[in-house]
DNA sequence: TATTGTTTACTCTACG
DNA sequence: CGTAGAGTAAACAATA
């Protein structure tokens, strides 16, 4: 990760791709995330060649964190007021420059995506996301989200018990917002969990939704088995700051099934010619 | 209303 | 030469 000290490049353009620009920005942060203005702030001041065209160059600043999987959205909390989330750094995307450009990547880092579910209870099963760089208009983004993480965390147990994602993050203490809990009442109306959970309105914080079904990863074509799910009280929501690192006892869900450890991250395995941090991409397909 | 965020489309260019 | 990453423009939605 480059750091350039304040100023140091003229009014010439810094040989930084935005991506660069903005992972430098939130490296270069005592917490690791910025709100976009900081982001901003932190480019203009050093690189003097971004204090013109401002429009131009932030509207691409902007699609690039919106486009690329590198960057995540954490939502503020109700004690940080103000516009926008923080961003951060995606933790897996930590040597997309190795290769010593800091205009091009080797390669685009993505994250995989479950296709939404399927009418009928038919549960979809893990398929990368974004092909040649596209993004679908529904599809789950962010990593950190609350929803993403217990559904990487506890994909086995999800597999084995047949409970909705919004479920085991009922039984795991986490509010689940309405709009997930309508969209899983949709499919599983039978699941009556979700009656209690539409009142609750907290999710949001976690990030947006349509994402959250990626967590309900089946073996194709498998239906969702209709399991009575009992209505336990909300603890309060943990710190933003404890969600990267969320582990919770399994067996408080489904002694009898552990969580088989897989992640939403598709990673390909460093060849020897790219050493010890190959950049964690999936393969393109149509 | 300005800012923030998402998405699409297109061009250019580096890379294999 | 084809592919994919990067840059740009623009339309649009959501929100403080």
């Not at 399927?118 to 092909?131: A, M, R, T």
Request: with cysteine.
């Amino acid at each position: 990760m480059p750091r350039p000290g304040k100023s140091s490049y003229s009014d010439q353009k810094p040989p930084y791709s935005y991506i660069s620009l903005t992972a430098m920005a939130i490296q270069h942060s005592a917490e690791k995330m910025l709100p976009l203005s900081d982001i901003y702030k932190f480019i203009m001041e050093r690189f003097p060649y971004y204090r013109e065209h401002t429009q131009r160059w932030q509207n691409s600043l902007r699609h690039n964190l919106s486009f690329n999987d590198c960057f995540i959205k954490i939502p503020r909390r109700p004690d940080q007021p103000g516009k926008g989330s923080f961003w951060a750094l995606h933790p897996d995307c930590g040597d997309m420059f190795e290769n010593g450009s800091f205009l091009r990547r080797r390669k685009r880092f993505k994250v995989l995506r479950p296709e939404p579910p399927l009418p009928g209870g038919v549960l979809p099963h893990f398929q990368p996301y974004g092909l040649n760089g596209s993004s679908p208009s529904s599809g789950f983004k962010h990593p950190f989200a609350i929803e993403n993480i217990i559904g990487r965390d506890y994909k086995g147990v999800i597999q084995a018990s047949g409970l909705p994602l919004a479920s085991v993050m009922h039984h795991l203490g986490y509010p689940v917002s309405s709009q997930l809990s309508n969209m899983v009442s949709s499919v599983w109306p039978h699941v009556g969990v979700m009656d209690s959970m539409a009142s609750m309105p907290v999710s949001h914080e976690y990030g947006p939704f349509g994402v959250p079904m990626k967590a309900l990863c089946h073996p194709p074509g498998q239906t969702m088995p209709a399991v009575p799910v009992p209505i336990k009280p909300t603890p309060a929501l943990p710190p933003v700051s404890a969600i990267p690192a969320l582990t919770v006892n399994s067996s408080q869900i489904c002694p009898s099934t552990l969580p088989a450890s897989s992640s939403l991250l598709e990673q390909t395995p460093p060849t020897p010619s790219e050493g010890k941090s190959a950049l964690h991409s999936v393969p393109v397909h149509s």
